[in-house]
């Protein structure tokens, strides 16, 4: 299967999970793992991307002060803002830090905790197809840490040789390393 037709099989079996069950306790459980973690403890900035269709979601869990929030420049090019406190939908649909409120800091995170729609055993992540991340993370060498259900890891090789493996899957019920 590509990876078209993967992610458009995962966000609709994910979105079908969304109307059926919650997910707080999924989340919570998430959340869990990623405070075992070392670079999560000693981390000063926490990059995140507001999630949305469905996604994981712990930002709730994470403290606000140390978020750095991701914008998609018109060049394509991927960017993270502490101090954002406004925020506008984007062309692709997410949500992004107004770049023009006053106070904002661009900074490179320590890590980056990064939605996926699925995740494989080697640690390679199945977005949205618009390649930000991996670009982010080819130029900007820092801990990578992707978060989904456990049903969202599978046994899929869909890696090409432009993506970039992350550093840590947490799930529910695991916490992988690369």
Known sequence: MNKKNLRRAYITKRLQRRTQEPISAVEHAIFKQLEKLDAFK???SIGVCIPFKGEVDIMRYLGIQ???YAAILDDGTMHFYLNATIFVK???GVLAPDLNQKGLIEIIP???????IAINYTGYRLGYGGGYFDRY???????SIGIIEDQDLINIKFEQEYDI???HVLTEKRSLTF
């Open 110 to 116: 320590s890590i980056l905790i990064i939605p996926a």
């Open 66 to 68: 140390k978020l750095a």
């Open 165 to 167: 493996k992350l550093t």
């Open 42 to 44: 000693k981390a000063t």
């Open 137 to 143: 993370l080819a130029k900007n060498k820092i801990i």
């Open 90 to 92: 984007t062309k692709i």
